[in-house]
């Protein structure tokens, strides 16, 4: 918005025209006259060709004083052969001829200072934004350089100076392989940095380990991008970004995990035997016609070989998605269903043509453990209804269903109404959630259970 007039400077040698134009622009303007020279400030020229000639030096002083902004200048001629000749437009950016309409010179005044106007404003904003830039740098509470084109050091902010116990005036200028602040595994890549930038403007982060002043030994990551774009030789500017704390947060977390894996590993093991045993004394009860007395102690058997394979898995689950492949909805719900169904169960399918990119096997166990979960709490002739959403799927029964009151609950690892593991449910959580989607219990439409995974992007 403009909160004051502008400045037009008139150079018009005739001086009844002179009279004429400055009482009209007064109105509007605050009109300007050269005083021993047009040394002034102003924000438009209008002149004529007699005084445009006579100050030309002067008006392209001021020009080039006054770039990159835009600075208009105006040329009121007799004739429109001027604006045939092309050393008129090496000074000018508007020609307007006389006789002039009031509308016309109107438009073109207002034309030439808004573009005056946007480019004052642009210098501003870029003014502005350097100041904040600089202050961000200097506050940034990461360490901060600047590299020009030949890996000296242009700029290091104040926390740079602080991690690295150098002084800003010992690093501006020399180069990154005079400075022990850049260890010896990242120059080769620094100098790289400089001049894949050119054409990339921005490089992936890379880690590096450094020594601090008291000895210690840090772990970094280095982000660089390019600073200018619109010149051949570009600074780039890095920053280091301190790991340490979640590396090693990392290498206990591995650790962990190990030991875990090595837990289930164990317990798997010390469970297999006594039930190796129990089946070998369940067979040969089985010889002796003792079955009904020995149907708990089968189901129980099976209930055991499935927690041990469920805990195996819930301790082995990847946190991270990896082995993706594009694959049919259809297919892996009928491999699914196929695994663990009985003939008397029903399953409908709606619209499950559709793509998507997931891990194959990953998934099919998390409908495997849906179904699943449907036929033991609905019986051997359950029906299940599956059939995708806009941005999901859904896998609903027409059971008992989940009441209101243990929906959140029922993703808890050991879980359980009945005799199940109380993990299925738990596994298939992790599962979806791995992929960056979501699942949901709610009431179905046939009264059961509806569970419903959203988040999915489908493939065209």
Known sequence: MRTSKENILLLIDHRRNRRLLADWLATEYNVVFPEGGVDVSFDLCITDKTLFNQYRDELKTQKESESPTFLPY???????????????WQGVDEVITTPIEKAVLRTRIESLLERRHLSVEIKREKKQSKERFQTLFQTAPDPVFVLDADGQVQ????????????????????????????????????TADIHELKETGKLPP????????????????????????????????????????????????????????????MLAHELRNPL????????????????DAFDEVR???????????EMLDLARQPKALNDTEQTVFYDFIESAWSRIAPPEATLVLENVDAEISANVDQLRQVFENLFRNAIEHGGESVTVRVECLPNGVYVEDDGPGIPAEYRDTVFESGYTTDNGTGLGLSIAQQIVEVHGWDIAVTEGTMGGARFEITGIQFEE
């Open 74 to 88: 105006l040329l009121v001629t007799s004739t429109s052969s001027a604006t045939r000749t092309p050393e008129v």
């Open 276 to 291: 190796g045993i129990a089946q070998g004394y369940l067979q040969i009860a089985e010889l002796e016609n003792e079955d």
């Open 206 to 265: 890379y880690s590096v380990t450094y020594m601090t002043p008291d000895g210690k030994t840090r772990y970094a990551e280095i982000n660089t991008a390019r600073l200018q774009f619109d010149t051949e030789y570009p600074e780039i500017i890095g920053i280091f970004r301190d790991m340490t704390e979640h590396k090693r947060r990392k290498q206990e977390l591995e650790r962990q995990n190990e030991r875990l894996d090595e837990f289930a590993s």
């Open 155 to 190: 700029a290091v902010n104040d926390a740079f100076c602080e991690v690295f116990g150098l002084k800003r005036s010992t690093v501006l200028g020399k180069h990154v392989e005079n400075i022990h602040a850049f260890p010896n595994d990242s120059l080769e890549r620094l």
């Open 299 to 309: 189901k129980a058997h099976n209930r055991m070989e499935r927690m041990i394979n």
